[in-house]
């Protein structure tokens, strides 16, 4: 158990609909980030936030959006979903921000685009 | 842009056996390195990490890699193998942000 929580476990929902993924950090850690893992693009950086405020972006679709709330939670939000935003979901967290803090990561969210 | 290759998919190993598995990453500036497993139906765990030092990193369970900056390579290693080693197993950089660059994966497949 890495402390990194996220709800829910799974998500089964339809295309055009909107969802939101939540990810609690490790108790202490400031730093939340958010990956996508899916079979044709593999584990894919989307956004981190640092201390709720956004710190850099990856390949996040506009129909995509993220926030850090001030308790550090975070939650992703996905919007006009598409048969291929089918994946797991994966936020981490660090203690701090920069190249040399170790991420660590939740159980993840596994979305079915139907 | 950097990027992160791992030329094996898929390997089948019996118990004892060892293991390499290949790590190349493109970025011509200072990288930090990792390796992470995800176990069946598991989150994300670090193995091992390089910032700086000694090329040859130790990790957990018996695994450790070897930086060679000259091939731009990281491979991960592990004398013998056991039957709870399979996993998918990610080669991982980043330089310069804090973002994790991720290889596509290789999946250990270790059979009593």
């Known amino acids: 158990d890495s402390g990194v929580t996220q709800t829910p476990k799974h998500l089964i929902t339809a295309t055009g609909q909107r969802v939101t993924l939540r990810c609690s950090p490790r108790s202490g850690d400031l730093s939340v980030y958010w990956y996508q893992q899916s079979l044709d693009q593999g584990l894919q950086f989307l956004i981190q936030?640092?201390?709720?405020?956004?710190?850099a972006k990856g390949n996040i679709l506009e129909r995509f959006s993220a926030q850090q709330f001030p308790d550090l939670h975070s939650e992703l939000n996905l919007s006009s979903l598409e048969l291929g935003d089918s994946a797991l979901y994966f936020c981490?967290?660090?203690?701090?921000?920069?190249?040399?803090?170790?991420?660590?990561f939740g159980p993840g969210t596994r979305l079915t685009v139907l | 842009a950097q990027s992160v290759s791992q030329h094996n998919h898929h390997v089948i190993l019996s118990e004892a056996a060892s293991l390499e598995l290949g790590c190349n990453y493109s970025?011509?500036?200072?990288?930090?390195l990792f390796w992470y497993v995800q176990y069946p139906g598991q989150h994300l765990q670090l193995l091992l990490k390089?910032?700086?030092?000694?090329?040859l990193v130790k990790g957990i369970k018996g695994f450790e890699a070897e930086f060679i900056k000259s091939k731009f390579s990281f491979n991960l290693r592990k004398p013998s193998v056991q039957w709870s080693d399979t996993a998918e197993y990610f080669c991982?950089?980043?330089?310069?942000?804090?973002?994790?660059?991720f290889g596509t994966g290789t999946r250990l497949q270790v059979f009593p």
């Open positions: 390089y910032f700086s030092g000694d090329p």
């Open positions: 970025y011509g500036g200072t990288v930090n």
């Open positions: 936030y640092y201390n709720g405020e956004e710190r």
């Open positions: 981490a967290s660090s203690v701090g921000a920069g190249v040399y803090n170790e991420q660590f």
């Open positions: 991982a950089v980043n330089a310069r942000t804090d973002k994790l660059i």
